[in-house]
Nanobody, 121 residues
Framework: VQLQASGGGLVQAGGSLRLSCAAS????????MSWFRQPPGRRREFVAA????????YYADSVKGRFTISRDNAKNTVYLQMNSLKPEDTAVYYC???????????????WGQGTQVTVSS
């Protein structure tokens, strides 16, 4: 599966952005989908994940209550709605597809190219 992330940009603290990750292929609905991010000078970290059906979601503590992951299997797309953004959310955001939900990036086989999110104070 090939993944294409989009929707990043520059936003002021307290603002919102919605990231999208479009997938090619007919097997999208069988994959768990996740978002990771890599802040400047730091390792890539888990942000959120959703199982294949969309029924179960998982979040890092740092984004819980502010970010929402969702998916539309008919459109082969997963979304990350980010509200109440903070400067510490500044990072390159990546989507990833895997057979199940993993919290470590090395478990995933398929990655999007990343989209930059910058939150100004």
């Amino acid at each position: 599966v090939q993944l294409q992330a989009s929707g990043g940009g520059l936003v002021q603290a307290g603002g919102s952005l919605r990231l999208s990750c479009a997938a090619s292929g007919q097997t999208f609905g069988t994959y768990a989908m996740s978002w990771f991010r890599q802040p400047p000078g730091r390792r890539r970290e888990f942000v959120a994940a959703v199982i294949w059906s969309g029924e179960d979601t998982y979040y890092a503590d740092s984004v819980k209550g502010r970010f929402t992951i969702s998916r539309d299997n008919a459109k082969n797309t997963v979304y990350l709605q980010m509200n109440s953004l903070k400067p510490e959310d500044t990072a390159v955001y990546y989507c990833a597809a895997g057979g199940t939900v993993w919290f470590n990036d090395y478990e995933y086989d398929y990655w999007g190219q990343g989209t930059q999110v910058t939150v100004s104070s």
